[in-house]
């Protein structure tokens, strides 16, 4: 596609659901971010795949944090027995190359609502 | 360990001002930097960056920055604030080619007509 793609793009959930949200790169980008913004707060890592290399889970805050990319394709990021705390605008951004930063782009990200 | 502090979650200022929203970072390695903007319910938007060449970068829509390792700074200016400007810009840090990038938390400009 011509940009990353992120669905839902809002998401309200009860606490205590699982919810995934999807993350679909721009064609050919062998690497894919997952970050998460809450409110009043810079972007946190989350996450990142290369190609298919293990990826840097470092970021995840919990156990009830996954994600799952096939490939260079789609990922989805799951969250197991949501939390308020859980609340926020989750980014995905993809890159051509494990050089990366300078390389992402990001898509519009999906905001979780946890009530 | 790399770290961003923004001074001013919020700032505003008047249409044709000047905009200066500040940066400042620590690397425990020479630093990639990085301006991105936000604008409401769009996804992050790089503006420029900084990757060890000249220490004055140039971005979009008019913006740069300059890069001062004596005073660990990377502050974003425009000469004159334009109506269209105002977002939310994100100053960022990671390590010459790595994939991790550590964000500030982020300033809100406003541009008062």
């Known amino acids: 596609g011509a940009g990353v793609s992120q669905s839902p793009s809002n998401k309200v959930t009860e606490k205590g659901k699982d919810v995934e949200l999807r993350c679909d790169p721009i064609s050919g980008h062998t690497a894919l971010y997952w970050y998460r913004q809450r409110l009043g707060q810079g972007l946190e890592f989350l996450i990142y795949?290369?190609?298919?290399?293990?990826?840097?889970k470092s970021g995840l805050p919990s156990d009830r944090f996954s994600a799952e990319r096939t490939g260079e394709s789609v990922s989805t990021l799951t969250i197991q027995r949501t939390q308020q705390e859980d609340s926020a605008v989750y980014l995905c951004?993809?890159?051509?190359?494990?050089?990366?930063?300078?390389?992402?782009?990001f898509g519009q990200g999906t905001r979780l609502t946890v009530v | 360990a790399q770290s961003v502090t923004q001074l001013g979650s919020h700032v505003s200022v008047s249409e044709g001002a000047l905009v200066l929203l500040r940066c400042n970072y620590s690397?425990?390695?020479?630093?990639?930097l990085f301006w991105y903007v936000q604008y409401p319910n769009q996804g992050l938007q790089l503006l420029l960056k900084?990757?060890?060449?000249?220490?004055l970068v140039k971005g979009i829509n008019g913006f740069e920055a300059e890069f001062k390792k004596s005073e660990t700074s990377f502050h974003l200016t425009k000469p004159s604030a334009h109506m269209s400007d105002a977002a939310e810009y994100f100053c960022?840090?990671?390590?010459?080619?790595?994939?991790?990038?550590?964000f500030g938390k982020g300033t809100k400009l406003s541009v008062i007509p």
């Open positions: 960022a840090v990671s390590g010459a080619g790595s994939y991790q990038l550590t």
């Open positions: 690397s425990s390695v020479p630093p990639y």
């Open positions: 900084y990757t060890s060449a000249a220490t």
């Open positions: 795949f290369q190609g298919n290399s293990a990826p840097d």
């Open positions: 951004a993809s890159s051509l190359s494990r050089q990366g930063a300078e390389k992402a782009f």
